[in-house]
């Protein structure tokens, strides 16, 4: 080939052939790369090309055959960079081609092509204004016959999957939760947001069983080199309860050999994905100890309740007895109470919804300016995140039950950092909020100290002065960038309370319920989380609270928190028992 153009992959990092893909690259005598950053990809090619983020581009989508799906810019491009479409574009018009060089209207006449009705009596610009308004368009398509499982192709394919004992482990790849396939990787709010199912950060770990790290006799961080497909590499081994006894799961996306925050991440397991057949299966891996060990940056290391009332999980039977019996709230506290003649705000978070996908975590560090702290100080457990998601198993380790609990600051109407804190940098709102006055806080950490919950942040050290153009645009300009030596929490977005109290001001009416939404419940995919005020009786939060189902956290204490968590309910089968759904 006289030329390579390589747009919307990176090879040289995740083919399984990446050496084998880069000395056939460098044979061919043009080399282009069109790509956000520089990557793998890109350093083995001769003229690299930056292109527009998705956010400064248009686009379309098919999501399904009855829906279509617009893509317009949200802002204008920061540098002097052209749409990828747009760079080829021209490359063809340049070649002799007929095309229009501007994407935007090369999508419109796609669309006035191919999408808009002929019959139309609607013009087609007040059609596509439409639909770059709506966003989606709705077509009328004939339903698909449903799809039928062929029951021989499933033995079939059953049949091929067993593996004659004693010839190894399964070795399962599976792209990252949080990086995909290494796409993502050069986000530090990704590389350090807890992994949903292990907790951690920073890097990646070969999951075992605990029957076979039993049988290996390795603990968590111990190096083991897992052979496969002639390839060979060595990981660290992290004991996951409820793991397959006789497989072990490596996560792709890691190991990256290019960008500033990815370099020298974890390790690169894409050499195991097999050329056919199930590419990301390997039946007959060794794993082997080597006796080393490598650190593992976790945000929870303790998963069991060891009898506390933390988290609620019943099943049909407890419910019923919990709901015929409830417990009283505590109401005995040696504080004066709090007037709140209007809103008193609160929040209910249901645990039977919540998958403990960590999106909220992710969404109010957006939101808020929560800061990336690195791999040494996740280690020393100073990471900033003002949710964690606290998982805890119970039952047997190769099959255990397991319940998500998000964790915040519980705004406490008797909140024990409050009276500590020898500057009054910690303070009780009128509408219920325990709020930080940070230009008043000198670092004591009484505060954090004094809280059971455990959710107040302390910034060590200086995380944000250093941030220059164009990272600073990250940054939310209505909360404020916290220095070193200052503590900060969830604030329950009062940045949006203020926005909202003001947007009715401005139309002369109350707030409505609903009307104010957080940054984690407007993330939550499953609606776990209820924000509002409890003041309002006829409020979906104040209803929630008297749920049958409620309990707050260490209520016991006498904090009074403003959240009210809604017990998980579980009905499991039991052989031989008729047992309703």
């Given amino acids: 080939y006289a030329a390579a153009i390589v747009w919307g992959a990176n090879p040289a990092y995740d083919h399984p052939g990446a050496e084998t893909f880069v000395q056939s690259l460098s044979r061919v005598p043009l080399r282009v790369r069109l790509g956000l950053r520089e990557d793998e990809t890109a350093k083995c090619c001769q003229v690299v090309l930056p292109v527009n983020h998705w956010m400064e581009s248009w686009g379309d989508f098919e999501a399904g055959t009855d829906l279509l799906s617009l893509q317009q810019p949200l802002i204008r491009?920061?540098?002097?960079?052209?749409?990828?479409?747009?760079?080829?574009?021209?490359?063809?018009k340049a070649l002799g081609a007929p095309v229009e060089t501007d994407y935007r209207l090369y999508v419109m006449g796609r669309w006035r092509r191919?999408?808009?009705?002929?019959?139309?009596?609607?013009?087609?610009?007040?059609?596509?204004?439409?639909?770059v308004h709506d966003g989606v368009l709705?077509?009328?398509?004939?339903?698909?016959?449903?799809?039928?499982?062929?029951?021989?192709?499933?033995?079939?394919?059953?049949?091929?999957?067993?593996?004659?004992?004693?010839?190894?482990?399964?070795?399962?790849?599976?792209?990252?939760?949080?990086?995909?396939?290494?796409r993502y990787a050069n986000i530090g709010w990704?590389?350090?947001?807890?992994?949903?199912?292990?907790?951690?950060?920073?890097?990646?770990?070969?999951?075992?069983?605990?029957?076979?790290?039993?049988?290996?006799?390795?603990?968590?961080?111990d190096l083991l080199r897992i052979e496969a497909g002639g390839k060979s590499l060595e990981v660290p081994a992290l004991i996951q309860p409820g793991q397959a006894r006789g497989v072990v799961t490596l996560p792709l996306g890691y190991g990256r050999t290019e960008g500033r925050v990815a370099s020298g991440i974890g390790i690169n397991a894409f050499p195991f994905v097999a050329s056919g057949g199930s590419p990301f299966l390997r039946t007959d891996a060794a794993v082997i100890p080597t006796g080393g060990h490598r650190e593992l940056y976790r945000t929870q290391k303790h998963f069991s309740l060891e009898g506390r009332d933390i988290v609620r999980l019943w099943d049909l039977d407890e419910y019923?007895?919990?709901?015929?019996?409830?417990?009283?709230?505590?109401?005995?506290?040696?504080?004066?109470?709090?007037?709140?003649?209007?809103?008193?705000?609160?929040?209910?978070?249901?645990?039977?919804?919540?998958?403990?996908?960590?999106?909220?975590?992710?969404?109010?560090?957006?939101?808020?300016?929560?800061?990336?702290?690195?791999?040494?100080?996740?280690?020393?457990?100073?990471?900033?995140?003002?949710?964690?998601?606290?998982?805890?198993?119970?039952?047997?380790?190769?099959?255990?039950?397991?319940?998500?609990?998000?964790?915040?600051?519980?705004?406490?109407?008797?909140?024990?950092?409050?009276?500590?804190?020898?500057?009054?940098?910690?303070?009780?709102?009128?509408?219920?909020?325990?709020?930080?006055?940070?230009?008043r806080c000198v670092g004591t950490r009484y505060c954090s100290n004094n809280c059971p919950y455990k959710v107040r942040r302390f910034n060590f050290l200086d995380y944000t002065s250093f941030i220059k153009d164009p990272l600073d645009l990250a940054f939310n300009p209505e909360v404020t960038v916290r220095p070193r030596g200052v503590m900060e929490k969830c604030t329950?977005?009062?940045?949006?309370?203020?926005?909202?109290?003001?947007?009715?001001?401005?139309?002369?009416?109350?707030?409505r319920d609903g009307e104010i939404v957080p940054a984690c419940q407007a993330a939550c995919p499953a609606s776990a989380i209820v924000f509002g005020d409890l003041n309002d009786k006829s409020s979906r939060v104040a209803g929630l609270s008297r749920s049958d189902r409620r309990f707050k956290v260490l209520e016991e204490l006498g904090t009074r928190p403003a959240i009210t968590y809604m017990a998980e309910l579980k009905n499991p089968a039991v052989p031989g028992e008729d047992k309703d759904a």
């Fill in 77 to 92: 491009p920061l540098y002097q960079t052209r749409q990828a479409e747009e760079i080829l574009l021209r490359w063809a």
């Fill in 114 to 131: 191919e999408v808009f009705p002929a019959a139309s009596p609607v013009p087609f610009e007040a059609f596509w204004n439409a639909a």
């Fill in 492 to 511: 329950f977005c009062v940045q949006r309370i203020v926005n909202g109290r003001r947007v009715a001001a401005d139309e002369h009416r109350p707030l």
């Fill in 138 to 182: 709705r077509l009328d398509v004939e339903p698909r016959a449903p799809r039928q499982p062929k029951g021989a192709a499933l033995a079939e394919a059953m049949d091929r999957a067993k593996v004659p004992a004693g010839q190894g482990m399964d070795l399962v790849l599976a792209r990252d939760l949080k990086l995909w396939d290494g």
């Fill in 320 to 439: 019923k007895r919990q709901a015929a019996h409830p417990q009283s709230e505590q109401e005995v506290s040696l504080y004066e109470g709090h007037p709140y003649t209007g809103e008193k705000w609160g929040m209910a978070i249901d645990m039977s919804a919540c998958v403990g996908c960590s999106g909220c975590v992710i969404a109010c560090q957006s939101e808020n300016n929560i800061p990336v702290v690195g791999p040494e100080q996740v280690a020393r457990g100073r990471e900033m995140q003002w949710i964690r998601i606290d998982k805890y198993y119970e039952g047997d380790a190769g099959n255990p039950k397991v319940v998500h609990q998000p964790m915040l600051c519980q705004q406490c109407d008797d909140a024990p950092c409050e009276n500590v804190c020898p500057v009054a940098a910690t303070t009780h709102s009128p509408d219920g909020l325990n709020q930080m006055v940070y230009n």
């Fill in 190 to 221: 990704l590389q350090e947001l807890p992994d949903p199912v292990t907790d951690l950060t920073w890097g990646c770990a070969a999951l075992i069983s605990a029957a076979d790290a039993q049988r290996l006799t390795v603990q968590d961080g």
